[in-house]
């Protein structure tokens, strides 16, 4: 997780899984050697990202800096984010290039 980035109250962050889609054994209660399935992956935060809150961030996701996630809003492994955007909702939808962002640029060095 990137420098000033907050997670919001209630906001979950999930490096690992149960794959609901198939049958699966992954849970701890369940013996190590009987174990299969579920997914199991790293979670990338970058900087200057706001997390709203009871939002979802699932295995293999990748949260580029200065993006800002609405309240209850879910990124899987396969969301593709821009930096410096704003998304909501279930499915995560893009609502454009956040606004200000100049300062923020700045600071990490980016000139574009």
Do not use: W
């Amino acid at each position: 997780m990137g420098d000033y980035s907050t997670l919001a109250t209630g906001t979950s962050v999930h490096c690992a899984s149960s794959d609901y889609r198939d049958c699966s054994l992954d849970l701890p209660s369940v013996p190590e050697d009987e174990r299969f399935g579920g997914d199991i992956g790293v979670v990338t935060i970058g900087k200057y990202v706001t997390v709203g809150s009871h939002s979802c961030i699932l295995p293999h996701s990748i949260v580029p800096d200065g993006v800002a996630l609405g309240a209850y809003t879910m990124i899987k492994g396969t969301t593709l984010l821009e930096p410096f955007h704003l998304y909501v909702g279930v499915p995560c939808r893009d609502l454009g290039k956040r606004k200000n962002q100049e300062r923020i640029r700045e600071k990490l060095g980016i000139t574009s």
